[in-house]
């Protein structure tokens, strides 16, 4: 794989989200970007996000998932983009104060965080383009929509977990497989020198965030957030 694009992959449903002084944006995106000044940010829109997998997926797999939430398409979104472009692919509601440049040292072509000791962080996507894994995780995942399955968690964290452990480990393994199986993946993981990996307890414990100190009430500023720019959850729960 070459090298990863210093190019960092944000969905939400309008461009001008950097100009909002939410604590939410400025302790994170914000500040994500301010401290990566040598990393190019695209803000892809819903109807950016809908548009590319017309283009993209074959007919038949995009009528499957046109008239699903945007957090459904979302998920195959950032699998195609990572694997065909490659770069950094994550959530807005993450926290940041660590340089990307300190993720990518030592001719590091994938950075896979995983969340504790259960599965890969689903919200925090970094590759060179032509991963195999993620070419593993597209298909299965529309293998999935083919055959009907319609959950986001199954689709989503669940998928990518099966298409890692795949092609890393040679068999599929779930999320949450006991600490001794966990340490199995994590030994094959250490193995590639390419990949770095981080144990994380999110939200204030990342691979890029971390602060003892300073711990603002995450689940409360992303509602807060979320309520001014009246958008409700997907879960439907606030």
């Known amino acids: ?68 939430h945007i957090v459904a398409k979302t998920d195959i979104w950032r699998l195609l983009k990572l694997y065909l472009e490659g770069g950094l692919y994550i959530d807005i509601d993450r926290l940041c104060n660590i340089k990307l440049s300190e ?67 040679g068999e599929m393994i779930d999320t949450n497989p006991g600490k001794e199986k966990f340490d199995e993946i994590l030994a094959t993981i250490n193995q590639a020198p390419f990949i770095k990996t981080y144990r994380e307890t999110p939200p204030y414990n990342t691979i890029i965030f971390n602060d003892t100190a300073t711990q603002p009430d995450l689940e409360t500023l992303k509602r807060e957030f979320y309520a001014e720019e009246g958008i409700k959850h997907w879960t439907g729960s606030w």
């Not at 819903?46 to 998932?65: A, H, M």
């Not at 590759?127 to 968690?153: M, V, W």
């Open 103 to 169: 993720l990518t040292t030592d001719n590091v072509k994938w950075v896979l965080p995983t969340y504790m000791d259960m599965d890969f962080s689903h919200d925090f996507m970094m590759s060179a383009p032509n991963n195999p894994a993620f070419l593993k995780a597209i298909d299965l995942y529309l293998t999935r929509r083919r055959e009907g399955h319609d959950n986001i968690y199954f689709l989503g964290p669940q998928t990518y977990m099966h298409a890692i452990t795949m092609v890393l480990c």
């Open 1 to 68: 794989m070459n090298n990863i694009p210093k190019i960092i992959h944000i969905a939400w449903k309008h461009k001008h989200i950097l100009d909002s002084q939410s604590p939410l944006i400025l302790n994170g995106l914000r500040k994500l970007i301010d401290i990566n000044p040598d990393w190019q940010v695209i803000i892809h829109t819903d109807e950016e996000i809908d548009d590319y997998l017309k283009v993209t997926l074959q007919e038949i797999d995009y009528k499957l998932i046109q008239n699903k």
